[in-house]
């Protein structure tokens, strides 16, 4: 009795009540019954999974999952549906070592909580002896006998959520929930490739793949061999862990992260900070708004991996997350630059993308011949006027600063012509046709200038007259936090009165500018809140001085400038992008200009 004579306010709940809050966590939706079921087929050791959904305009009223694992007892199939019955550990010390997919052993009684679940299941290698079927409704046993049955295990639930209406209403239509039916199986299928699986809705085949020890057939099946063609190997061999799996090339990216995709321990999961390792290691080569294809297994010392920190087990917490995250940054990072990265013209998978980045309008649909008025554009030389500040451009980029040579990884490229100010065409010694963003290229070539240079190769050229810059009281801010890291980078810039700084020197790499217009183009771009995401001071200042300084788009050069923007951009670490992650050349090769005139 309470001091004030009530009855007790606190009691232990019913089972059926705890059945049901625990399944409120972990059978979230009908997608949350095909994970659960489909890892423990997989935990008891099948080699083929096969998941039958039954529709009706409403939604999904049956799931299936049959397996050919190891089958269970009568005594294991009852055993099963009580919870915290598990056979995957057998105490507190084994989930420091976990090996399985399932191991809280809630997945079937949180199940049959809240629908009926019919299990019939048949040891593998029990010769003649009859299966077992179990058929348990809201958490109770409706019928327990003896059935012919497969070795293996079937489990069907139907009525899902019958005595959980509030969690029943908020169902999505069927084809969200198939949606993400399909997410899951995804997942799985690429972090278990051994396993053949099958996913039917209303008897029609939606989903296949084959058992196989190559995970780019698992990857084709699922996606498309013409994915499979632009991805790159990744390997890595670390004592605490190994890394393997494919990404793909920058020309193959997407505008979200669905497609970052990642087991652990062969456990499908989620997590940010992975898939921002992988986003790191492509560097400038994708542009900050898209995110890269990427297959990748983990294999992780057990120690090291907390899979216990959410019911439905999608979400990990890793030790050593920094030392593990700078690791897949650096596989990465070095698949990348192993391999060819320049983009072939033509795949309908990737041309779309680079014109909707680019802006290009749309052709149209009636030509128009008109000789009066300026001439169109096309192939072109360039005149003397203009080539002055060009040159000096170029020749500043020719300069050493301090960067290593490297050995070129494209091929020798001849300049052909100039397109419009803008595209710089040339051939290889292979017949093929390469076309080049100028400003794209020239910004590739100063940006690896800039943050290729020692500290003490980062030298200072005064101005003849000190350039004033007038900046908004927010701007002024930014900038006051900005002043170490442009010292460090060649820039004197001095606060001169309330909102006004004096601009004494500027970095070599620059050049001489013409004008103070080049310098407030920096300062207003460093300013700008966008340009403060993902990146450090020191990067984005790189970025800035790389893209203020190059060469513009527009700018008629001469053949000869043409080629040493070329020579200069065969010098680089990385010539396939901009800093932004813009492509700085396409090639079309002579199949492919075949195909486009209908040779073939």
Aim: net charge negative.
């Amino acid at each position: 009795m309470t001091p004030d004579g009530n009855q007790p306010r606190i009691h232990i709940l019913d089972p059926a009540t705890v059945n049901q809050i625990a399944a409120g966590e972990v059978v979230e939706r009908p997608a949350s019954v095909v994970k659960e079921l489909t890892e423990n087929a997989i935990d008891a050791g099948a080699t083929t999974i096969r998941i039958d959904l039954k529709m009706d305009r409403e939604g999904i009223t049956a799931i299936s999952v049959t397996d050919d694992g190891c089958g269970m007892s009568p005594e294991d199939a009852l055993l099963a549906f009580t919870p915290h019955a598990t056979s995957k550990i057998s105490g507190i010390g084994d989930l420091h070592r976990i090996g399985t997919l399932g191991f809280r052993g809630e997945a079937l009684a949180s199940i049959a909580a809240v629908a009926e679940v019919t299990l019939t299941t048949r040891p593998k290698g029990s010769g003649a002896v009859p299966g077992t079927r179990i058929v348990v409704k809201g958490g109770e046993i409706l019928s327990n006998s003896g059935s012919g049955a497969p070795e293996g295990t079937r489990i069907t639930v139907e009525d899902l959520f019958y005595n959980t209406p509030a969690r029943k209403k908020f169902q999505k239509s069927k084809n969200t929930e198939l949606a993400q039916i399909h997410t899951i199986l995804e997942g799985i299928c690429l972090s278990h490739p051994e396993i053949a699986f099958r996913l039917f809705a209303n008897d029609a085949e939606l989903l296949v793949t084959d058992r196989t020890d190559n995970l780019p057939d698992t990857i084709a099946r699922l996606y498309g061999s013409e994915v499979v063609r632009d991805l790159v190997p990744v390997t890595c061999t670390l004592d605490y862990m190994t890394i393997g799996g494919y990404i793909s090339r920058p020309s193959l990216s997407r505008k979200d992260t669905a497609r970052v995709l990642v087991s652990i321990n062969q456990r499908f999961v989620t997590s940010r900070s992975i898939a921002n390792a992988i986003k790191a290691g492509y560097g400038t080569l994708l542009p900050k708004d898209r995110f890269p294809v990427s297959f990748l297994t983990l294999r992780i010392d057990t120690a090291l991996v907390d899979i216990n920190v959410h019911p439905t087990k999608k979400i990990v917490r890793i030790s050593r997350e920094q030392e593990i995250t700078d690791a897949i940054r650096d596989a990465v990072k070095t698949a990348l630059l192993s391999h060819d990265l320049v983009p072939s013209a033509g795949t309908p998978d990737r041309i779309p993308e680079l014109i909707e980045e680019q802006s290009i309008p749309a052709i149209r649909p009636e030509p128009r011949y008109d000789h009066a008025g300026t001439a169109p554009a096309g192939v072109s030389e360039s005149t003397h006027t203009g080539t002055t500040m060009t040159d000096r451009q170029l020749r500043q980029t020719e300069l050493p600063c301090g960067v290593a040579l490297v050995e070129p990884v494209l091929p020798a490229l001849e300049v052909i012509g100039q397109f419009g100010g803008i595209y710089i065409l040339a051939t290889t010694p292979a017949g093929e046709l390469m076309i080049i963003d100028q400003h794209a290229a020239h910004e590739r070539i100063l940006y690896e200038q800039v943050t290729s240079r020692s500290e003490s190769a980062r030298r200072s050229q005064e101005l003849l007259i000190p350039a004033i810059l007038h900046r908004t009281p927010r701007e002024t801010a930014i900038l006051k936090t900005l002043l170490p890291q442009l010292a460090g980078e060649g820039f004197t810039i001095e606060e001169f009165g309330h909102d006004t700084f004096l601009v004494r020197a500027i970095p070599v790499v620059m050049g001489k500018p013409e004008d103070t217009t080049m310098l407030d183009e920096i300062i207003s771009d460093l300013t700008n809140p966008d340009s403060a995401r993902s990146v450090d001071n020191r990067e984005r200042i790189a970025r800035v001085i790389a893209c203020r300084g190059a060469i513009k788009a527009g700018t008629v050069c001469t053949p000869e400038q043409c080629q040493r923007i070329l020579n200069q951009l065969r010098l680089t670490r990385n010539p396939y992008t901009c800093p932004h992650g813009r492509p700085t050349i396409i090639r079309f090769t002579r199949p492919d200009l075949d195909a486009m005139f209908h040779r073939t």
